[in-house]
Nanobody, 125 residues
Framework: QVQLIDSGGGLVQAGGSLRLSCVFS????????MGWFRQAPGKDRDFVSG?????????RYADSVKGRFTISRDNAKNELYLQMNSLKPEDSAVYYC?????????????????WGQGTQVTVSS
């Protein structure tokens, strides 16, 4: 069965950095579009970043994280990453990795087939 395990969250001061990781198993990783979403208390689960299949040559970012976050994938390791720099308190949320088996590029949660359990990111002022 498909399993996504995300990790790397923690407590960090504003301006700091974290790197989130997501390990994928159960299906062919390279053919899945991968994405990161985040959900703060009382808010919807929002798109953060996405990366295309195979070589990951296409990436997309929410406007709020452009220039600060970098998504990448390592198909040899079946892993997805999100490097988060210059973190702000408003970045605080539970972050989820997600996989879309269709290979299409979607930015809404409903189109993704598989999800990690979530990892908490808290950025203090």
């Amino acid at each position: 069965q498909v399993q996504l395990i995300d990790s790397g969250g923690g407590l960090v001061q504003a301006g700091g950095s974290l790197r989130l990781s997501c390990v994928f198993s159960g299906e062919r990783f390279s053919t899945h579009t991968m994405g990161w979403f985040r959900q703060a208390p009382g808010k919807d689960r929002d798109f953060v970043s996405g990366i295309s299949v195979n070589g990951g040559g296409i990436t997309r970012y929410a406007d709020s994280v452009k220039g600060r976050f970098t998504i990448s994938r390592d198909n040899a390791k079946n892993e997805l990453y999100l490097q988060m720099n210059s973190l702000k308190p408003e970045d605080s949320a539970v972050y989820y990795c997600a996989a879309d088996r269709s290979g299409d590029f979607h930015s809404t949660p409903g189109w993704y087939d598989y999800w990690g359990q979530g990892t908490q990111v808290t950025v203090s002022s």
